[in-house]
């Protein structure tokens, strides 16, 4: 319960430092998704509830903000996916598990974003640069899988550490994606 | 993967746990409408905003070579830009003497109070294109007025506008439209887009229009919303089909949107 708590606030800060640190770096380094990398990490660490809650809190905070639209969709779009990666596909918590949710939430994260810019495009008279949309996905989408890799171990660390501090072992599988 | 517990009694945690996660930031954002609450907050965004921009200009600087012929071409991109702005200014006074000398009744509807405004947020995709400011109708932030960096450049356009905060949509983006006048061989009308990159498109300029590269491309104020004379950009590249009825041409940015965390927000002109 503080777990679930403190989380939100780590959410709340994790956006703030996406929105305003990561946000302001030079191309590539600022299409780095701390907050959906941090997620991925949770789902597959901690709770998968958790996990696709952040997901899908992290597009409903950033759209409410006004900061790009259908990313409410593509959030919910990649907590579905990875949820039924984490339980179908990557069942096993290895590392290389943890690498493959990774690619695959962003991946579909990316296809949600663009098929809503295809489809406001249809209906609006917005022009949209694919070329320069497939370099950028892609570039997030790698960003993610490294970034997984490269912090997965230190936020691997501090969820553990977090989960002995306030939550006991029994508690820690209750809270689990029921099946 | 660990073995499911799947008792009502699991299924209830859960839902308790995503109850207090969804709780929390329910909480937090009842309390940024809280004035003081946004306040200190928004204080903190802008402060990690200056940090990041800061590291930001930092990499750019390290990872740029430097007495390069890139360098020198960028030194000379500099003095174009500082050339062009005080060309726009030029512009915009001769304009306003002769505007003066035309109707005694004129009033200066171009010195309206501006709002300064700091940067607290950025899309972090769809190149940055997107920022939240901490200033909103509670400042007098309206729809449609132009943000405006440096010496009358044009960043921006106040696209939402809440209580204690706004989105700008920079002109870069590729839902951004402005009226916008070539200052050339004569007085254009056309309208430049954004496209997401670097690059701007100005479309609807009269096949008879004498343009070429190099203009500068400033805000004719035709929307009612952006005062004229604020600068666009340059022209880089001119598109030209006999058949057409209107040319085109690509707008190349005179800043990088990125370095700016300190904005004026410019009020509709009459306002």
């Known amino acids: ?179 | 993967m660990p073995k499911f517990r799947q008792s009502s009694e699991g299924l209830r945690r859960a839902i308790i746990s995503v109850g207090i996660f969804l709780g929390v930031i329910t909480i937090f954002w009842v309390c940024l409408q809280i004035p003081w609450f946004a306040n200190i907050f928004q204080r903190v965004e802008a402060g990690i905003v200056r940090v990041g921009t800061g590291i930001g200009n930092t990499i750019v600087r390290v990872t740029s070579p430097e007495e390069t012929t890139a360098s020198k071409f960028s030194q000379c991109e500099a003095e174009v830009r500082s050339l062009a702005i005080e060309s726009a200014d030029y512009e915009a006074l001769k304009r306003e003497v002769s505007e003066l000398r035309a109707t005694l009744a004129y009033t200066d509807s171009t010195d309206g109070q501006g709002v300064v405004a700091q940067v607290i947020a950025r899309a972090v995709d769809d190149d940055a294109t997107l920022v939240l400011v901490d200033k909103g109708s509670t400042s007098g932030l309206v729809l449609g007025s132009a943000a405006v960096i440096d010496n009358g450049v044009l960043y921006g356009i106040v696209a939402e506008v809440r209580s204690n905060s706004s989105v700008i949509r920079l002109v870069a983006n590729s839902n951004a439209t402005v009226p916008a006048a070539v200052l050339g061989k004569g007085r254009t009308i056309g309208l430049v887009e954004g496209r997401g990159g670097a690059l701007l498109f100005m479309d609807f300029i009269p096949q008879d229009a004498e343009i070429g590269t190099g203009n500068l491309v400033v805000t004719s104020g035709l929307d009612g919303f952006v005062r004229q004379g604020l600068v666009i950009g340059l022209v880089t590249e001119l598109v030209t089909v006999p058949s057409a009825p209107f040319k085109q041409a690509y707008i190349e940015l005179l800043y990088e949107p990125r370095e700016w965390t300190t904005v004026l927000i410019l009020p509709p002109p009459g306002l």
């Open chain 1, 1 to 179: 319960m503080i777990t679930s708590g403190l989380y939100s606030l780590l959410l709340i800060i994790t956006l703030a430092v996406q929105a305003g640190l990561i946000a302001s770096l030079p191309l590539p380094f600022r299409l780095f998704p701390l907050a959906m990398v941090v997620g991925i990490i949770l789902l597959h660490e901690r709770s998968v509830v958790l996990g696709a809650v952040w997901l899908i809190m992290t597009g409903v905070v950033l759209e409410a903000r006004g900061l790009g639209g259908g990313l409410a969709i593509a959030g919910a779009t990649s907590a579905l996916v990875a949820v039924l990666l984490v339980n179908f596909v990557f069942a096993k918590r290895s590392f290389w598990a943890l690498l493959g949710i990774a690619a695959g939430t962003s991946l579909s994260f990316v296809l949600a974003r663009w098929s809503w810019l295809l489809f406001m495009s249809m209906i609006t008279d917005q022009t949209i640069q694919f070329d320069h949309l497939v370099r950028q996905g892609l570039t997030m989408v790698a960003l993610t899988v490294a970034g997984v890799f490269i912090f997965g171990m230190y936020i691997r660390r501090f969820i553990r550490w977090s989960r002995n501090k306030f939550v006991s072992k029994e508690q820690l599988y209750d809270i689990s994606f029921p099946q």
